[in-house]
């Protein structure tokens, strides 16, 4: 087969939003998609207001995962103001998938979200998933499948068995295929660990937002340069602290940098205690006066590094 850089073939990137009600396969279906280490992860954290799950290339197409979070967790009865709650993350996708689980049908919790997306008027393209085709006879698939294609325009309906795998491949394709042409939004030696980045990234922010109070500027962002995993069972994070100004740096950094080691003694602890074993952290910080833009980039990407939200 030619190789597609020699074909021409447009690289894509995008956002998906996989919603439904909980339990109904979300994080099975990103495993499927993405890898295992990535839900395992993102299944442990559920306060981070990093939105990024995961990252699947499928040729050459980037479909970068956003989550809703938090939202759907809640083990009540999905009401109008949740889900209406939950666009935060959806919104900023390219493409949608409402999952719903084939054994239980439309549910009022389903029929909620159908709701809600129809009072967005949401103009992005939303697939259907039926997840969990293992455990129901064909017919009723069917008529599920009919029925719900009566309550909402589906770009497309899947059947699918996130665990067992059925469909998944067909559905990855078709979302690659619908993003939008342009460069990746990221390098694809960083897709792994990206989740866990952020995740770093959050800590440190947090201890900073501890230890700070109310003196923490506003124009704060932390990133994670490099990760590491080394070969002795330990992990070095390279992160870099970007405020907006020179006096800002002054405050991260403290009388004779106490601040910021404290700072990155609490992170490390924390990093460590969520990985299983020893991090090794370094912290810069660094003035980086145009971040009100860079901030702009970051939104559009679906990240979400803001303070006070
Ligand atoms: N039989 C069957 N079970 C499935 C399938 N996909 C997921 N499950 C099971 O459904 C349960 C819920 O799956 P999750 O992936 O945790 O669901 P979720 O939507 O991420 O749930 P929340 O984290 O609560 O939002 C788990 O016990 C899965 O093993 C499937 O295709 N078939």
Redesign the pocket.
Known sequence: MTPPETTGTPTRAGFVA?I????????????AMVGAKV?IVT?KVQTTRARIRGVAMEGQAQIVFVDTPGI??P?RRLDRAMVTAAWGGAADADIVVL?I?AHRGLTEGAKAIISALKERGEAHPVALAI?????VKAETLLALAEEANAAYPFAKTFM?????G?GVADLRAWLAGELPEGPWFYPEDQIADLPMRQIAAEITREKLTLRLHEELPYQLTVETEKWEDRKDGSTRIDQIVYVAREGHKGILLGKGGETIKAVSTAARAEMAEFLGHPVHLFLVVKVRPNWLDEAERYSEMGLDFKDGD
């Not at 699918?160 to 067992?164: F, L, Q, R, T, Y």
């Open positions: 996989l439904g009600e909980p339990n109904a396969g979300k994080s099975t279906l990103l495993n839900s299944h759907f967790r083990r999952l689980e997840n969990k085709i293992d455990r699918i068995s996130a665990e067992k059925y």
